[in-house]
């Protein structure tokens, strides 16, 4: 590059000040002053980007999430219902109300049960699938994606009432056990087993992919390594596909328990009375028993129940596979 | 080459089909104990799908591949006993470095403190010792591969397959790592299959060349031989670079083959060849084994006068291209230490000279 490209900036400004009248030396200031907002705005969004793309989500969360959930927390530690009298003032009344009844912390201990055995078994039916649809054609992808997203489509109240009829004394399940020659068929419809088939059927595809996609991400030849070094087919899940797709599993069995521990039509219509969960208990509190504050605080601590084990469970599979790419250039 | 233990690898009647495209036809090879074949191609010849129905990771439509004499045909990837190094390394990214390498051990059941030994000899073997607690994304792309090929040759692997090892390496390390493999495959006595599109890769590495076309072999031979007599123009011009000059037989006699150029130059070369008067051949000259001198000169064999159209400065050589016949132009690399004070200039007339054993006769497509 010569010199004179080098020194080729645009000319200064100099030269016509004084010469040129009032008015147009009022244009280049404003000019100049514009210049120097677009400046000082493309600074602060180019710093601020990422704070700016977030913020109508942020504001709106904020307004119809976190508001209503500190009313609710607010609630749950200022009011308690004595007798049906509702006496104001800070209290902790409500949480020891829900630790101290075995009825309610059976339901508590039940909702982890139930939320826990879902992500499990949903975790467990996922690989397989995950594997079919990151290592299968196209086609066989494709089906099996439509396949495991289609209760989805299908309405939770319509979705139950189906397993309803599947699971009841003369349901379908009955039926084909019977024609299997098992002379007493268990009745699942009611118990807990219901409300764990449901959850597991609509919530599979939360977990199957994210897991699908960390499947993905495996690079085949490290899978095609391990073959040649010795590795059986189940060797290459469990030393390679397992724990590579860790992160993905986790995202997955987050989303199943936060689902399922929440999950309120599915339970109400395949557990019954006998076996709520906590969805039904905070409803009855709040519609059918008219205590806002004991419902409060069940809800808070759902969802403190939720946020926590999320968090713990996220924080250790992000840890070890934070090793894995330690230092990576 | 070693005096060797290692296996020998023989593939017959090899082919392998995608639908209606056949991607691998009928290749036959040999590679025996302890010997470097390198399978030498442009991109899409088959070579890689080769390697791979050797490894076992894809079947072959046809034919069938045997380790010392047994057939492996039907046995799968993980009984074969084979090392391989993959072109990204494909190492473990959750395992440690030590852990990388003790994996084909621990699948094969050897007891945990013997794995560990092993694996550290073979961690010192190509001189990784102190990174056993590394993790493989903190390592640089030399430093991977040869964790690589520690892993690879820990559990003494009958036949070592590397499919472009060196191809995501800098020119420099690349150099390195084909010398150091070079010397540990020979110590070790491996059999070594190994695939590339690099001609000097395969020159610096292999004993043996097969150079692959279209899903079949061209020519196999020692890399000396498929660099001083390749028998197709393909050969030819992907091992080095080569004038050719459109010629046919007019006779052989005695080991001498006498060619006519259409333009009526004669050629007379005295490397061996299979052709007859029928085949359609063609003569190939490389650049460095042309002799350029002032001036024109009578006609004679192996003899071409013209005029220097370029030259080009390619730091040890001088390319010039000499226009000896309308629109056909040779070739020709002078050494820099050889073009003295009188090289040749554009415009000028020379003659360029070569010698009746640099003479190659090469089939044409």
Redesign the interface.
């Known amino acids: 590059m010569s010199r004179a490209d080098i020194i080729d900036v645009p000319p200064p400004l100099s030269p016509d000040t004084g010469v040129a009248g009032a008015s147009s030396e009022g244009g280049r200031l404003e000019g100049m002053a514009s210049r120097l907002v677009g400046a000082a705005w493309s600074l602060l969004a180019g710093r601020y980007t990422g704070y700016l793309l977030v913020a109508p989500t942020v504001l709106f969360l904020a307004v119809w999430f976190l508001w209503p959930v500190l009313t609710m927390v607010h609630l749950s530690l200022t009011a308690h219902s004595v007798d049906g009298v509702m006496i104001e003032g800070f209290t902790l009344e409500n949480y020891a109300r829900l630790f101290a009844s075995d009825l309610y912390f059976r339901i508590l201990m039940r909702t982890i049960r139930i939320a826990l055995m879902t992500s499990l078994f949903a975790a467990l039916f996922a690989y397989p699938l995950a594997i079919a649809i990151a290592r299968g054609g196209p086609t066989l992808a494709r089906l099996v994606t439509i396949t495991i997203l289609a209760p989805l489509l299908v309405n939770v109240v319509v979705r139950s009432y189906g397993w309803q009829t599947i699971l009841n004394k003369t349901g379908a399940l009955a039926w084909v056990l019977k024609l299997l020659g098992v002379s007493n068929p268990p009745v699942l419809l009611y118990t807990e087993w219901a409300v764990l088939i449901a959850c597991v059927h609509v919530y599979l595809p939360f977990v199957v992919m994210p897991l699908a996609g960390a499947i993905g991400r495996i690079?085949r030849?490290?899978e095609?390594?391990?073959?040649?070094?010795?590795?059986?087919r189940f060797?290459v899940f469990l030393?390679?596909i397992l724990?590579?797709s860790l992160p993905g599993l986790a995202v997955g069995v987050s989303l199943v328990f936060s689902l399922s521990a929440a999950a309120y039509v599915t339970p109400q219509i395949l557990g019954g009375n006998f076996s709520p969960l906590l969805g039904t208990l905070i409803e009855q509190q709040i519609l059918t028993l008219n205590d806002w504050p004991f419902g409060a605080a069940i809800s808070t601590l759902l969802i403190a129940m939720v946020l926590a084990s999320n968090l713990v469970f996220l924080k250790l599979v992000s840890r070890r596979f934070a090793?894995?790419?330690?230092?990576?250039r | 080459m070693a005096t060797s233990n290692g296996a020998d690898v023989c593939l017959t009647g090899i082919c392998r089909s995608y639908g209606d495209v056949q991607v691998v036809r009928d290749v036959n090879l040999k590679a025996s104990g302890g010997e470097i074949l390198a399978l030498l191609g442009p991109s899409g010849c088959g070579k890689t799908t080769t390697l791979r129905m050797v490894a076992g990771l894809v079947q072959p439509s046809a034919g069938d591949i045997t380790i010392d004499g047994a057939s492996v045909t039907g046995l799968p990837v993980h009984r074969r006993n084979l090392g391989m190094l993959f072109q990204n390394y494909a190492l473990f990214p959750h395992l440690t470095v030590l852990e990388n390498v003790a994996f084909g051990l621990s699948m094969r059941g050897v007891s945990r403190a013997e794995t560990a030994e092993r694996a550290r000899q073979a961690l010192a073997l190509v001189r990784l010792t102190g990174f056993e607690d590394r993790m493989p994304a903190a390592l640089s792309g030399g430093q991977q591969q040869r964790v690589a090929m520690a892993r690879a040759i820990v559990y003494r692997p009958r036949v070592l397959l590397l499919d472009e090892p060196f191809g995501a390496l800098d020119k420099k390390l690349r150099e390195e790592m084909q010398i150091e493999l070079r010397q540990l495959c020979n110590e070790l006595g491996l059999t070594t299959i190994l695939v590339t599109h690099d001609q000097e890769e395969a020159l610096i590495l292999a004993d043996q060349i097969a150079v692959m076309r279209g899903g079949r072999i061209e020519q196999v031979a020692a890399a000396r031989v498929i660099y001083e007599r390749p028998v197709s123009h393909f050969v030819a011009d992907f091992i080095g670079t080569s004038n050719f000059l459109p010629a046919a037989i007019v006779e052989k006699m005695g080991g001498r083959t006498v060619l006519k150029s259409p333009q009526g130059a004669i050629f007379v070369s005295t490397v061996p060849n299979d052709f007859s008067a029928q085949d359609r051949v063609a003569v190939a000259i490389r650049p460095e084994s042309v002799r350029l001198t002032a001036g024109s000169a009578p006609a004679a064999a192996n003899t071409l006068s013209g005029t220097i159209r370029r030259s080009l400065f390619k730091g040890q050589i001088l390319s010039i291209w000499m226009e000896f016949a309308a629109g056909a132009e040779l070739v020709v690399s002078v050494p820099i230490e050889e073009a003295g004070a009188r090289s040749p200039e554009p415009g000028e007339t020379w003659t360029a000279r070569w010698s009746e054993e640099r003479t190659l006769v090469v089939r044409e497509q």
């Open positions: 690079d030849t490290v095609e390594a391990a073959r040649v070094a010795g590795a059986t060797s030393r390679v724990p590579l090793r894995w790419t330690a230092g990576a």
